[in-house]
């Protein structure tokens, strides 16, 4: 088997009912656009990288779609994603759920954006 090259990587494709709202929530607490044209948006916050497509008709609250976040400092950027305005709460959206050890081993905790799509903030130990 050859080497995975290090440059691979996923990215997750995640809705946007409106690419405006989204740049702008995100923004709020870091991410860049590096691209942005009317069916595609990719923000980037140091190494993370996310990718919307539009998809104006999504129900917020009837949305399955997540995906995970790993980064070194989950209190770091859960502290920004706080001082943006996200209030910690167990319903509504946007909203916070604290970072805590997860009974699967790591801390974590999550973020629900205006889309109601689900970011586990996952902090990675050091390898």
Known sequence: MSPIPPSDRAVPNLPSRDFDTTEA???????THVF??????????????????PL?????FASDF???VRVTDADELYDAIRRSGV????????R????????WGLRAGYLIDPDGTQL????????
Do not use: K
């Open 25 to 31: 929530f995100y923004g709020a607490f870091g991410f």
């Open 56 to 60: 104006p008709a999504l129900d917020p």
């Open 87 to 94: 209030p910690e709460s167990t319903s509504g959206m946007p």
């Open 96 to 103: 916070l759920h604290p970072i805590r050890l997860q009974e």
């Open 120 to 127: 586990a903030l996952i902090e990675q130990p050091a390898a």
């Open 36 to 53: 942005r044209d009317e069916g595609w948006l990719i923000l980037v916050r140091g190494g993370l990288q996310l990718e919307f497509f």
């Open 66 to 68: 997540m995906c995970s």
